[in-house]
């Protein structure tokens, strides 16, 4: 099992900027795409930002060009530096990832327990 736990989390406000952490710990053999997704309320959970093992990121379109996503494999860790927030990036963000926690399984898919951002004056 992969275990992630997210940092970094709270309030800022309009046009601040946060930035979060999210590291994997457990039974890990290979760590392919980590990730973010947020969750406002009332709304479905959406993607924010993934990268890939080889560091090649993608972002959602609301977030594109504001938000930087970034990975050290050698920790586990992800990265997402959040710039120009505004009230709407308002959320739930949790940590994705998929991974391998022997040689031959199959990739998974593990979430972390969510940290919240408030953009607010």
């Known amino acids: 099992q992969v275990q992630l736990v997210e940092s970094g989390g709270g309030l800022v406000q309009p046009g601040g900027s946060l930035r979060l952490s999210c590291a994997a710990s457990g039974s890990i053999f290979r760590i392919n795409t980590m990730g973010w997704y947020r969750q406002a309320p009332g709304k479905e959970r959406e993607l924010v930002a993934y990268?890939?093992?080889?560091?090649?990121?993608n972002y959602g379109r609301l977030v594109e060009g504001r938000f930087t996503i970034s990975r050290d494999n050698a920790k586990n860790t992800v990265y997402l530096q959040m710039n120009s927030l505004k009230p709407e990036d308002t959320a739930v963000y949790y940590c994705?990832?998929?991974?391998?926690?022997?040689?031959?399984?199959?990739?998974?898919?593990?979430w972390g327990q969510g940290t919240q951002v408030t953009v607010s004056s």
């Open positions: 990268i890939t093992r080889d560091g090649s990121p």
């Open positions: 994705h990832c998929t991974a391998q926690w022997r040689i031959g399984s199959s990739s998974s898919d593990y």
